[in-house]
C-alpha cells in the first residue's frame, strides 16, 4: 500500500467528490496535463479505502505508461501535482459554497477596474442578502465590516466631498464599520477570555498574558449593557444580552442566582443564537457546574446539575459545532467518568454504544476500550478492565495519564503487584519528563503514585505505614474516596 497526503485527499471524498474532481481535471482552465488525468483514474480506483494489496507506486506507473520502465521520481512528481489540484478543488468547492465571501472577492476585482456600477449594485445586493440572515455569528460581523469597509471606501472615491449628503454617507458609514467590529471584538474577545480560564484549570498560565491584563482594563460588563440597549435588533438583544448574564455568572460566582438566571436565559432564547454560540454557551454551564462542584459542601448538587447539563447536550447535539459533527473525546470522556461516579451504570452502557461513533473515526476505536474500561472498573469487573486496557495503544492515546492510573488501581485490586510496582517506575519516569501537565497536577499524582507504592510495599514486605499522614493528603489527591476504601481494608486486616 502506498501513502501520500494526496490519498489522505481522496480518502475525504464523497462519490460526487470524486466524479466532480474528474470534471474539475478534465477542464484546461484548471489542468492541462492529460497525463494528470489518466493517473488520477489509475488512482481512484483504489477508492474508498486505498489499502489494497495491489496498490504500490509500481502498479499504479503499469496502468498509466505499461512499456515504460518504472520511474519512481516521475511518480512522485504526479502525486505532487495532483495534491496541488486536489487542494485547488477543494478551495473551489468552499468558495462556491459562501455566497457572501464570492461578493467579498468580485467587490475586490469591480474596485480594481472601476466597474462602478457594477461595484454599486454589488454594495447594495450583498447588504440585503445580510440584513436577511438569520444567523448572527463572527462570521456575520466581518462580512458586515468588510461590506462596510468597501461601501465607505466607495463613498470616498466616488462621491463629491463638498456637499452635506457625503459627509452624513461617510458619517454613517464610519460609525457602522465601527459598529460592527465593537460587535466582533467583543464576542469574540469574551470567549478568548473564557478558554484561557478554562485551562488555567489544567495548565499554567502567566497572570501578566495579555488578554487577562485586558480584561483587567476595561469594564466588559458596562460595555455588553450598552450593546445590548443599543442593538436596536431583536436578535442582537438577545445576544448580547446572553453575554451579559454569562459574564455576571462568572463575574459574580459566588452567588448562584447568577448562574439560574444565566441558565434560563439561555434556554429561553436559545432559537436565537447561532450553532457555535450555543455550542460555546452550554459549555459555560459546564464549566461553571465543574467549577462549582470542587466545593465540598456543593459538590453533590452540582454534579448531580452537571449531569443534566450534559444529557442536555447530548440529547440536542449541542456538542456539534459549525465546522464538525463530531463528540470532541474530551466531552466523551468527562461526561462518561460523571456518570460512572454518580453510578449511573445502566445510562454510562447506553452512553458507550450509542455515542462510541459519534466520535471522530481516528479516535473511535481508542475511546470505547478506554470507556468499557472505566465502565468494568467501576463494576469491580478487574479481569475485563484489563482486556480493555491493553486494546489501547498508549503511545497514541490521549489521555494515556488516565489509563495509567486505573490500571494501577486495578492491579492493586488483583493483588497483581509486580506489573503494579513496574508500572509505577515508568509512571514517575513519565511525570518527570512530562511538558504538558501543570506542577501542580503533576503534584497530586506523584501522591497518589506514592501513596499505593507505599500500600503495595506495606502489604508485599510488611513495611510499616502511616495511615494518618496519608489521610491528611487525601484531601489533594485524585481517586481520594478509592484510597480512602483500601487505607480501610488495611486498617481491618
Given at each position: 500500500?502506498?501513502?501520500?497526503?494526496?490519498?489522505?485527499?481522496?480518502?475525504?471524498?464523497?462519490?460526487?467528490?470524486?466524479k466532480?474532481?474528474?470534471?474539475?481535471?478534465?477542464?484546461?482552465?484548471?489542468?492541462?496535463?492529460?497525463?494528470?488525468?489518466?493517473?488520477?483514474?489509475?488512482?481512484?480506483?483504489?477508492?474508498?479505502?486505498?489499502?489494497?494489496?495491489?496498490?504500490?507506486?509500481?502498479?499504479?506507473q503499469?496502468?498509466?505508461?505499461?512499456?515504460?520502465?518504472?520511474?519512481n521520481?516521475?511518480?512522485?512528481?504526479?502525486?505532487?501535482?495532483?495534491?496541488?489540484?486536489?487542494?485547488?478543488?477543494?478551495?473551489?468547492?468552499?468558495?462556491?459554497?459562501?455566497?457572501?465571501?464570492l461578493?467579498?472577492?468580485?467587490?475586490?476585482?469591480?474596485?480594481?477596474?472601476?466597474?462602478?456600477?457594477?461595484?454599486?449594485m454589488?454594495?447594495r445586493?450583498t447588504?440585503?442578502?445580510?440584513?436577511?440572515?438569520?444567523?448572527?455569528?463572527a462570521?456575520?460581523?466581518?462580512?458586515?465590516?468588510?461590506?462596510?469597509?468597501?461601501?465607505?471606501?466607495?463613498?470616498?472615491?466616488?462621491?463629491?466631498?463638498?456637499?452635506?449628503?457625503?459627509?452624513?454617507?461617510?458619517?454613517?458609514k464610519?460609525?457602522?464599520?465601527?459598529?460592527?467590529?465593537?460587535?466582533?471584538?467583543?464576542?469574540?474577545?469574551?470567549?478568548?477570555?473564557?478558554?484561557?480560564?478554562?485551562?488555567?484549570?489544567?495548565?499554567?498560565?502567566?497572570?501578566?498574558?495579555?488578554?487577562?491584563?485586558?480584561?483587567?482594563?476595561?469594564?466588559?460588563?458596562?460595555?455588553?449593557?450598552?450593546?445590548?440597549?443599543?442593538?436596536?435588533?431583536?436578535v442582537?438583544?438577545?445576544?448580547?444580552?446572553?453575554?451579559?448574564?454569562?459574564?455576571?455568572?462568572?463575574?459574580?460566582?459566588?452567588?448562584?442566582?447568577?448562574?439560574?438566571i444565566?441558565?434560563?436565559?439561555?434556554?429561553?432564547n436559545?432559537?436565537?443564537?447561532?450553532?457555535?454560540?450555543?455550542?460555546?454557551?452550554?459549555?459555560?454551564?459546564?464549566?461553571?457546574?465543574?467549577?462549582?462542584?470542587?466545593?465540598?459542601?456543593?459538590f453533590?448538587?452540582?454534579?448531580?446539575?452537571?449531569?443534566?447539563?450534559?444529557?442536555?447536550?447530548l440529547?440536542?447535539?449541542?456538542?456539534?459545532?459549525?465546522?464538525?459533527n463530531?463528540?470532541?473525546?474530551?466531552?466523551?470522556?468527562?461526561?462518561?467518568?460523571?456518570?460512572?461516579?454518580?453510578?449511573?451504570?445502566?445510562?454510562?452502557?447506553?452512553?458507550?454504544?450509542?455515542?462510541?461513533?459519534?466520535?471522530?473515526?481516528?479516535?473511535?476505536?481508542?475511546?470505547?476500550?478506554?470507556?468499557?474500561?472505566?465502565?468494568?472498573?467501576?463494576?469491580?469487573?478487574?479481569?475485563?478492565?484489563?482486556?480493555?486496557?491493553?486494546?489501547?495503544d498508549l503511545?497514541?492515546?490521549?489521555?494515556?495519564?488516565?489509563?495509567?492510573?486505573?490500571?494501577?488501581?486495578?492491579?492493586?485490586?488483583?493483588?497483581?503487584?509486580?506489573?503494579?510496582l513496574?508500572?509505577?517506575?515508568?509512571?514517575?519516569?513519565?511525570?518527570?519528563?512530562?511538558?504538558?501537565?501543570?506542577?501542580?497536577?503533576?503534584?497530586?499524582?506523584?501522591?497518589?503514585?506514592?501513596?499505593l507504592?507505599k500500600?503495595?510495599?506495606?502489604?508485599?514486605?510488611?513495611?510499616?505505614?502511616?495511615?494518618?499522614?496519608?489521610?491528611?493528603?487525601?484531601?489533594?489527591?485524585?481517586?481520594?474516596?478509592?484510597?480512602?476504601?483500601?487505607?480501610?481494608?488495611?486498617?481491618?486486616?
Open positions: 500500500m502506498y501513502n501520500h497526503l494526496v490519498i489522505d485527499v481522496l480518502k475525504s471524498f464523497t462519490k460526487k467528490d470524486v466532480r474532481f474528474r470534471e474539475f481535471l478534465n477542464s484546461p482552465y484548471h489542468n492541462k496535463s492529460e497525463k494528470l488525468i489518466k493517473f488520477y483514474d489509475a488512482l481512484i480506483k483504489f477508492y474508498p479505502t486505498f489499502n489494497s494489496a495491489s496498490f504500490t507506486i509500481e502498479n499504479i503499469k496502468k498509466i505508461s505499461p512499456s515504460s520502465s518504472f520511474n521520481s516521475t511518480m512522485l512528481n504526479q502525486m505532487s501535482f495532483l495534491l496541488k489540484a486536489s487542494q485547488n478543488y477543494l478551495v473551489q468547492n468552499r468558495i462556491t459554497k459562501k455566497e457572501i465571501e461578493t467579498d472577492f468580485l467587490r475586490a476585482e469591480l474596485f480594481e477596474r472601476k466597474l462602478n456600477n457594477l461595484l454599486q454589488n454594495i445586493r447588504n440585503e442578502k445580510l440584513e436577511k440572515e438569520k444567523i448572527i455569528n462570521e456575520y460581523f466581518l462580512n458586515k465590516i468588510k461590506l462596510s469597509t468597501d461601501a465607505l471606501n466607495f463613498i470616498n472615491i466616488n462621491k463629491p466631498r463638498s456637499n452635506r449628503v457625503y459627509i452624513n454617507d461617510n458619517i454613517n464610519l460609525t457602522e464599520r465601527g459598529m460592527y467590529i465593537t460587535y466582533l471584538f467583543v464576542t469574540e474577545i469574551l470567549k478568548e477570555f473564557d478558554n484561557l480560564r478554562t485551562l488555567e484549570n489544567s495548565f499554567d498560565i502567566d497572570e501578566k498574558n495579555f488578554i487577562f491584563q485586558l480584561f483587567e482594563k476595561i469594564n466588559f460588563s458596562e460595555i455588553l449593557k450598552f450593546l445590548a440597549s443599543n442593538s436596536g435588533n431583536k442582537l438583544l438577545k445576544i448580547f444580552e446572553t453575554y451579559y448574564y454569562f459574564f455576571n455568572a462568572f463575574s459574580n460566582f459566588d452567588d448562584e442566582r447568577n448562574y439560574l444565566y441558565k434560563k436565559y439561555l434556554l429561553e436559545q432559537a436565537f443564537l447561532s450553532t457555535d454560540e450555543i455550542r460555546f454557551h452550554f459549555g459555560r454551564l459546564v464549566r461553571y457546574c465543574m467549577q462549582k462542584s470542587l466545593n465540598e459542601v456543593a453533590h448538587k452540582y454534579e448531580s446539575e452537571l449531569f443534566n447539563v450534559y444529557n442536555f447536550i440529547t440536542n447535539g449541542y456538542y456539534k459545532s459549525e465546522v464538525s463530531y463528540l470532541p473525546v474530551e466531552l466523551y470522556r468527562t461526561v462518561l467518568l460523571l456518570a460512572l461516579k454518580l453510578r449511573k451504570f445502566k445510562w454510562t452502557m447506553e452512553f458507550i454504544k450509542k455515542f462510541k461513533s459519534k466520535v471522530h473515526p481516528d479516535r473511535r476505536r481508542y475511546m470505547y476500550y478506554y470507556s468499557l474500561a472505566h465502565y468494568y472498573f467501576n463494576r469491580r469487573m478487574y479481569e475485563d478492565t484489563i482486556k480493555s486496557f491493553h486494546k489501547v503511545n497514541h492515546f490521549l489521555f494515556k495519564v488516565d489509563m495509567k492510573n486505573l490500571m494501577l488501581m486495578t492491579y492493586y485490586e488483583l493483588n497483581e503487584f509486580e506489573p503494579a513496574s508500572l509505577i517506575d515508568s509512571y514517575k519516569q513519565f511525570l518527570s519528563h512530562d511538558k504538558i501537565l501543570t506542577s501542580n497536577r503533576k503534584k497530586q499524582y506523584r501522591e497518589f503514585v506514592n501513596t507504592h500500600m503495595i510495599l506495606y502489604k508485599t514486605s510488611a513495611i510499616s505505614i502511616n495511615k494518618k499522614l496519608i489521610e491528611k493528603k487525601l484531601v489533594q489527591m485524585p481517586f481520594r474516596d478509592w484510597l480512602s476504601r483500601k487505607l480501610l481494608e488495611i486498617d481491618n486486616k
